[in-house]
């Protein structure tokens, strides 16, 4: 199966502005829309950006998403201790007859 | 509001089959597809499959066809996961996830352990 890669961990601090990279291919992020996810620790993920930049009502405006190419990018500014969590990415990839792939996770901590 | 809820831990010796359930309410079940997910210890989230809530059709992983069967009962607004010849591999934390992600149930441990 394809894979999305992430950066295992990311770091801030409060108030500061953070990126985290998603790579693909032109079989997933590159011909399909990227969601974003936030895991806080012991918990389900939550959908956080769906179709590359777009938010959820209730998620802040600190959150934005973007694409291009076969690769993604979340950024978080005014970074909060409660952004502490693991970031995942995901697209669905048109390989196999079709399946969803998502990235390893990126640990984000905040300093 | 959505919920998605799902059944308990289940602990299972290799070999065997395990279920879990997922009951849906706060949206209409029978116009959307649920996906399974799962995260193993330490490893990325994996796709297992989907399902349309209306028609019935699934889609499995490859990796998982031939174990994994997703069906539903619509009257009952709930999705059922049957994964069979259960491995050590195979423990995780199982979530059923609506649509495109959009809810996610609470997540049940399936510990696979002789």
């Known amino acids: 199966q394809s894979m999305l890669t992430q950066p295992p961990s990311a770091s801030g601090t409060p108030g500061q502005r953070v990126t985290i990279s998603c790579s693909g291919s032109?079989?997933?992020?590159?011909?399909?829309?990227v969601n974003w996810f936030q895991q806080l620790p012991g918990t389900a993920p939550k959908l956080l950006i769906f179709?590359?930049?777009q938010r959820p009502s209730g998620v802040p405006d600190r959150f934005s998403g973007s694409k291009s190419g076969t690769s993604a990018s979340l950024a978080i500014s005014g970074l909060r201790s409660e952004d502490e969590g693991v970031y995942h990415c995901a697209a669905w990839d048109d390989s196999l007859n079709g399946h969803w792939v998502f990235g390893g996770g990126t640990k984000l901590t905040v300093l | 509001q959505v919920q998605l809820v799902q059944s308990g831990a289940e602990v299972k010796k290799p070999g065997a089959s395990v279920q879990v359930s997922c009951k849906a309410s706060g949206y209409t079940f029978s116009s959307s597809t649920m996906h399974w997910v799962r995260q193993a210890p330490g490893q990325r989230l994996e796709w297992l499959g989907w399902?349309?809530?209306?028609?019935?059709?699934?889609k499995y992983s490859q990796q998982l066809e031939g174990r994994l069967t997703i069906t539903r009962d619509t009257s009952a607004s709930t999705t059922y996961m049957v994964l069979n010849s259960l491995t050590s591999e195979d423990t995780a934390v199982y979530f059923c996830?609506?649509?495109?992600?959009?809810?996610w149930g609470h997540g049940t441990l399936v510990t696979v352990s002789s």
């Open positions: 996830v609506r649509d495109h992600g959009e809810d």
């Open positions: 179709g590359n930049d």
């Open positions: 399902i349309h809530i209306g028609n019935g059709d699934t």
């Open positions: 032109s079989s997933n992020i590159g011909s399909n829309i």
